[in-house]
């Protein structure tokens, strides 16, 4: 006990040398520095009208404020807050918030709301935390006093981030374009021009989908067929969907964070093969040969064919507007393990009892004339569908499906609880993590 109360002696000697020495210029914050701001143009408090400065000062002790927010402390200093003195915390009002007994100002507030507004004083700049709701973060800007001519709500910079990272938000370069367009397409919330953006192109997806299922319903299918008179406005709308659809997709290669990227992404694909069919289709119209009708009619039959099978990809479409069915898809991935293994019980199972149910019943029973039609009728069965195309006839088959029967609801039980088990665990990280 000694020894420790001499390091703790001799740490807080240290200490107090430093400070006297005005030694201590750098102090650590959530935001990783302490940024002094010279002559911001951005804040609807500050007249100096020049720019930002993001590299780290001198930082006298004398200056240094301490907030607690919610139990979590920050440190920035005086002269940062005061450059926006309508504020609450750029001006004498904070004074009602100072705790003797904390030595620093308590707020009971949101903390993630906070860390946007501490930047806010910090880079001139505000960004809208995504895990909060929108009334909550106006509620904690209208409680701080926080009002701007212009809100930047384009980005939102992760904490922890260097200077150097933060500097590419406030050029006003290529770089942070294609970022905040990047953002513009990916993220509905980053402002009401992005979440009606992506309303149109949900509407879109259902226009094509709509379209899609007319082409097959026998009242209306003339109607796609040229001459006739609502051809031209059907085939008007879907060229529009399509020219929407390819926007999209350009906009976003071109702002993708990658080339390479780009194509690892799964919705880019997918964005991709549900235009390309009516491109194809056009040039196979484009390349067809007048002098042989016949060998045309075949190959349109063909490529149309090819192409409507394509556009059903557009269904998946809305997979990307879903943050929970995108975090389902990551949820199944890591049970790839438990999936496998309900796969390769179901094959084992099927094959064993399809063999054996076809030389049950193949000499009195049409139906089980092959051993993939028993493995047919075993999966059914194992799963419990049971569609009653195939069914057993003699009283040894029905034995032996009784038993199957029985069976399956062991079979889908016990891999099925490791299965929900592993689901709900993941599904959760996952949540918490976005």
């Not at 909550?136 to 910079?157: G, H």
């Not at 513009?184 to 992005?194: E, I, N, Y």
């Not at 899609?212 to 109607?223: C, G, P, R, S, Y």
């Not at 049409?366 to 194992?382: L, N, P, Y």
């Amino acid at each position: 006990i000694t020894n420790n109360l001499s390091k703790v002696g001799w740490m807080a000697q240290f200490v107090s040398i430093l400070v006297t020495n005005n030694a201590l210029t750098h102090v650590a914050v959530p935001l990783q520095y302490l940024h002094h701001r010279n002559n911001a143009e951005d804040g609807p408090n500050n007249a100096n009208g020049g720019k930002d400065s993001l590299v780290p000062t001198q930082t006298n002790a004398a200056d240094l404020c301490y907030i607690n927010v919610s139990g979590k402390q920050y440190i920035t200093t005086h002269s940062c807050l005061q450059q926006y003195p309508l504020t609450l915390l750029g001006s004498q009002a904070k004074e009602l918030y100072w705790i003797p007994e904390l030595k620093s100002y308590y707020f009971n507030r949101n903390r993630d709301c906070f860390e946007s507004i501490l930047t806010f004083y910090q880079t001139g700049r505000e960004f809208r935390p995504l895990s909060v709701d929108d009334d909550i973060y106006e509620a904690e800007r209208k409680f701080f006093r926080i009002e701007m001519k212009t809100r930047v709500t384009e980005s939102v910079i992760p904490l922890g981030e260097t200077p150097e990272q933060l500097s590419v938000f406030c050029d006003g370069d290529w770089k942070t374009t294609k970022k905040r367009v990047h953002r513009f397409l990916m993220d509905p919330r980053c402002s009401r021009w992005a979440t009606a953006w992506h309303i149109m192109d949900i509407l879109f997806i259902c226009t094509s989908i709509t379209l899609l299922i007319m082409e097959t319903d026998e009242n209306v299918k003339d109607a796609f067929s040229e001459g006739h008179p609502a051809y031209k406005y059907l085939f008007g709308l879907n060229v529009l969907v399509i020219a929407f659809f390819t926007t999209d997709l350009l906009i976003r290669f071109i702002t993708w964070p990658g080339l390479i990227n780009f194509w690892k992404n799964l919705f880019n694909i997918l964005d991709i093969l549900s235009i390309l069919p009516f491109y194809v289709s056009l040039l196979a119209e484009a390349f067809e040969d007048p002098t042989s009708p016949s060998s045309n009619e075949h190959k349109s039959y063909v490529v149309l064919r090819v192409c409507r099978i394509f556009r059903i990809v557009r269904v998946f479409k809305f997979i990307r507007h879903s943050q929970d069915l995108i975090m389902i898809i990551k949820v199944v991935g890591h049970a790839k393990k438990e999936l496998c293994l309900l796969i390769l019980l179901l094959f084992i199972f099927s094959v064993s009892f399809g063999s054996l149910m076809y030389y049950i019943e193949h000499t009195s029973n049409d139906k089980f004339s092959t051993i993939m039609q028993g493995c047919w009728w075993a999966i059914v069965t194992i799963t419990t569908i049971g569609y009653g195309d195939i069914a057993p006839e003699t009283w040894l088959g029905k034995a032996v499906g009784s038993l199957v029967l029985t069976m399956g609801i062991v079979f889908l039980a016990l891999p099925m609880t490791i299965i929900v088990g592993k689901f709900s665990t993941v599904y959760e990280k996952e949540k918490e993590k976005n």
